[in-house]
């Protein structure tokens, strides 16, 4: 586990969201990386496919809770407590690159049946002091995402010099969902 970003990236002027991946996808494997095999306050259950064995669970704006595999089925038992809102299910799936020491996610972010955004996660496996290799991150992901590569994420200004974990990239994903869903609500006009 090294430090990682995850961003969005815009749909290219004209194209697609399959259109706008397959040309980030292509630019990775121009730089030589290889395509590898996958994938009241509110809680969200997110699993991640470099964490088969961990379910994470982010409350709203709060802490983030690292539990086995079968925690999702354990909330279903609770559910006389917990509600599911599989109408709100928000997920990211793509292909995984591995180019020297970085590990690289280009996903399509999906709610429902539909397409709303992409996402780009770039994992740079032998650190796991944030603010160590930043400068390295941001390098690569310039090389391959021009100008919309990120600033610095919001995670890593309470690191400082904190050992990075996989909790810190689940709460990237969870930002980048909510901005994603903010982007998709469409304000209602007034009626007279």
């Known amino acids: 586990m090294g430090v990682t970003c995850v961003t969005q990236v815009p749909v290219a002027e004209g194209k697609s969201v399959q259109q706008t991946v ?37 409350f709203e704006n709060g802490p983030c809770l690292i539990a086995d595999a ?32 970085f590990l690289v996610k280009v996903g399509t972010v999906t709610m429902g049946p539909s397409a709303r955004g992409i996402s780009v996660e770039v994992e740079y496996c032998p650190c796991v002091i944030a603010n160590d290799c930043w400068n390295l991150l941001m390098e690569f992901m310039q090389s391959f995402m021009g100008n919309h590569a990120p600033g610095v994420p ?39």
Do not use: W
């Open 154 to 192: 919001s995670v890593f200004g309470t690191k400082h010099d904190s050992i990075y974990s996989p909790a810190d990239t689940m709460v990237q994903y969870m930002e980048l969902f909510n901005k994603i869903r903010k982007q998709q609500q469409v304000p209602v006009a007034g009626i007279r």
């Open 70 to 101: 079968y925690f999702d089925t354990l909330m279903v038992k609770l559910k006389g407590f917990f509600q599911n809102a599989k109408a709100n299910k928000i997920e990211s799936r793509g292909t995984r690159y591995q180019y020297c020491d």
């Open 22 to 58: 397959e040309m980030l996808t292509r630019k990775l494997e121009l730089l030589g990386a290889e395509k590898q095999g996958q994938t009241g306050k509110l809680m969200y259950v997110m699993h991640n496919s470099e964490y088969p064995l961990s379910c994470f669970a982010l």
